[in-house]
């Protein structure tokens, strides 16, 4: 088997482990909640700036944030070669933080 | 009529107003976050920092977080003399985010 199917996921916090003061602190933001928009959907996006509809910012920019929605426990991501794809989870907020998720995409 | 029937509002931004950005900026810090615990039930509360749990916080500290609250449309200030009175814009913020007070405080 070749290197291009390994699969790997990056460091995530277990769904009992998710904080609210976390959550909020990784949506209080321009950028990471128009993130949210673009993952509403529950399909897994590129990390790529362009694909995410944020062209104008740097690769790293977009980096950093991606990585405190990870770490919050917004978004799963998945390493597949060089590639990285990104998923909301939905399934574990939800049962984390009942019609949460729901409020907040309505009212994006 | 003496001084002590003046009443007033700190400045608040009208409901059409509110972001939802800065209502998750708002309350994504632990902090500001124990303040909307406090403030849940819908009631008035005093800006003393030990009547809000809050005594091991500098007065001025509290009033910093309270002032990212109030400008973020979160509470309403109300101010009578020397006194200084705090609520949450219950009403307000399930108007302009239906559901999202109600998830966060379950969640709380």
């Given at each position: 088997?070749?290197?291009?199917?390994?699969?790997?996921?990056?460091?995530?916090?277990?769904?009992?482990?998710?904080?609210?003061?976390?959550?909020?602190?990784?949506?209080?933001d321009p950028v990471?909640?128009?993130?949210?928009k673009?993952?509403?959907?529950?399909?897994?996006?590129?990390?790529a700036?362009?694909?995410?509809?944020?062209?104008?910012?740097?690769?790293?920019?977009?980096?950093?944030h991606?990585?405190?929605?990870?770490?919050?426990?917004?978004?799963?991501?998945?390493v597949?070669?060089?590639?990285?794809?990104?998923?909301?989870?939905?399934?574990?907020?939800?049962?984390r933080?009942?019609?949460?998720l729901?409020?907040?995409?309505?009212?994006l």
């Amino acid at each position: 088997m070749g290197d291009e199917h390994v699969e790997e996921w990056l460091p995530q916090p277990d769904v009992a482990d998710i904080e609210l003061v976390k959550v909020l602190h990784a949506l209080g933001d321009p950028v990471r909640l128009a993130l949210l928009k673009v993952y509403a959907d529950g399909e897994q996006y590129s990390c790529a700036p362009g694909a995410l509809g944020l062209g104008h910012l740097h690769k790293s920019t977009v980096s950093h944030h991606m990585r405190i929605m990870r770490e919050a426990g917004v978004t799963s991501t998945r390493v597949v070669g060089r590639s990285r794809y990104v998923r909301l989870r939905r399934g574990d907020l939800d049962a984390r933080f009942p019609g949460l998720l729901d409020a907040l995409v309505s009212a994006l």
